[in-house]
């Protein structure tokens, strides 16, 4: 890895190059090739089960894959070494299906812990930050309630306000709306559209939430038995006349 490879901005946020990852005998990602570009949002989509979580982990090195390649912001995240890939860590931002927040930590707290534990930012400049987070995903208000005194929608703002704390370049959502009701679907589809059509970052974001992936996605896949089945721009996915998309896409048993 080079300097110059790592932070070219023609590299794909996320690259898999023939990925296969087998959890027993079972391929859950079966040979796939992936390009995941910069500067949009991509929505993955695909029943459950598809192996759709274990995309975002082997993008992120969490998990290994048995053959295959993956470069995420021009890293080769298996060739790396380890301080490299902590790098690779701190210019992306996940948010967990269940947000992950520390339940003993106020929101301001949450928001504030990759600047404090990671970044080791000054306490001046993490007040300002968090203060600028929390006005960014719509809850100026709320920084000394603890998260079980806040609805889901309020926690899933908390944990993309922790998420994007340390200005990443790449954000990889799983499941933003899972569990929330309509309306406050709408609400975090919205809050996604506006801050990456605002800040220009690229968002990578796992759902089945058709609806939601209709108002953000400006590409997206669809994962059907461990393999893409067609990915492209969303215009065009949705209009694709492939029986098993438009299954999927009327949410009828494909
Ligand atoms: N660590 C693991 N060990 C064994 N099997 C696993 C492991 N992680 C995932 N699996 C299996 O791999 C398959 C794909 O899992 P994955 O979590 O990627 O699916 P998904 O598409 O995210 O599903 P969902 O929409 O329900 O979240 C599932 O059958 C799951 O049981
Ligand atoms: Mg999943």
Same mark, same amino acid.
């Given at each position: 890895?080079?300097?110059?490879?790592?932070?070219? =901005?023609?590299?794909?946020?996320?690259?898999?190059?023939?990925?296969?990852?087998?959890?027993?005998?079972?391929?859950?990602?079966?040979?796939?090739?992936? &390009?995941?570009?910069?500067?949009?949002?991509?929505?993955?989509?695909?029943?459950?089960?598809?192996?759709?979580?274990?995309?975002?982990?082997?993008?992120?090195?969490?998990?290994?894959?048995?053959? !295959?390649?993956?470069?995420?912001?021009?890293?080769?995240?298996?060739?790396?070494?380890?301080?490299?890939?902590? #790098? @690779?860590? +701190?210019?992306?931002?996940?948010?967990?299906?269940?947000? =992950? @927040? /520390?339940?003993?930590?106020?929101?301001?707290?949450?928001?504030?812990?990759?600047? +404090? $534990?990671?970044?080791?930012?000054?306490?001046?400049?993490? +007040? #300002?930050?968090?203060?600028?987070? @929390?006005?960014?995903? !719509?809850?100026?208000?709320?920084?000394? $309630?603890?998260?079980?005194?806040? &609805?889901?929608?309020?926690?899933?703002?908390?944990?993309?306000?922790?998420?994007? =704390?340390?200005?990443?370049?790449?954000?990889?959502?799983?499941?933003?709306?899972?569990?929330?009701?309509?309306?406050?679907?709408?609400?975090?589809?919205?809050?996604?559209?506006?801050?990456?059509?605002? @800040?220009?970052?690229?968002?990578?974001?796992?759902?089945?939430?058709?609806? &939601?992936?209709?108002?953000?996605?400006?590409?997206?896949?669809?994962?059907?038995?461990?393999?893409?089945?067609? /990915?492209?721009?969303?215009?065009?996915?949705? =209009?694709?006349?492939?029986? +098993?998309?438009?299954? /999927?896409?009327?949410? $009828?048993?494909?």
């Amino acid at each position: 890895m080079t300097v110059a490879n790592e932070q070219s =901005a023609q590299t794909p946020a996320i690259e898999l190059r023939a990925v296969t990852k087998r959890f027993g005998p079972r391929a859950v990602v079966d040979d796939v090739t992936l &390009s995941i570009q910069r500067g949009r949002t991509t929505v993955i989509l695909g029943p459950s089960g598809t192996g759709k979580s274990t995309l975002l982990r082997l993008a992120t090195g969490l998990l290994e894959p048995e053959a !295959g390649s993956v470069h995420t912001l021009g890293v080769d995240v298996f060739g790396a070494k380890k301080h490299e890939l902590l #790098r @690779l860590r +701190r210019r992306m931002g996940m948010l967990f299906q269940d947000n =992950a @927040l /520390f339940g003993s930590l106020s929101v301001f707290d949450n928001v504030a812990f990759p600047l +404090r $534990r990671v970044q080791r930012t000054a306490e001046p400049e993490v +007040r #300002r930050r968090v203060d600028e987070l @929390l006005q960014l995903v !719509g809850l100026p208000e709320l920084g000394d $309630r603890l998260p079980d005194r806040l &609805s889901g929608g309020q926690r899933k703002r908390v944990a993309l306000a922790r998420a994007m =704390a340390l200005s990443p370049e790449l954000v990889l959502f799983d499941e933003p709306t899972s569990g929330l009701d309509p309306q406050t679907s709408a609400s975090i589809d919205q809050l996604i559209k506006d801050t990456q059509t605002r @800040l220009g970052l690229t968002f990578v974001v796992i759902t089945h939430d058709i609806e &939601s992936a209709g108002i953000i996605a400006d590409d997206a896949g669809l994962l059907l038995d461990g393999k893409v089945h067609l /990915f492209g721009p969303r215009a065009t996915v949705w =209009a694709s006349q492939d029986p +098993r998309v438009r299954a /999927f896409l009327e949410r $009828r048993a494909g």
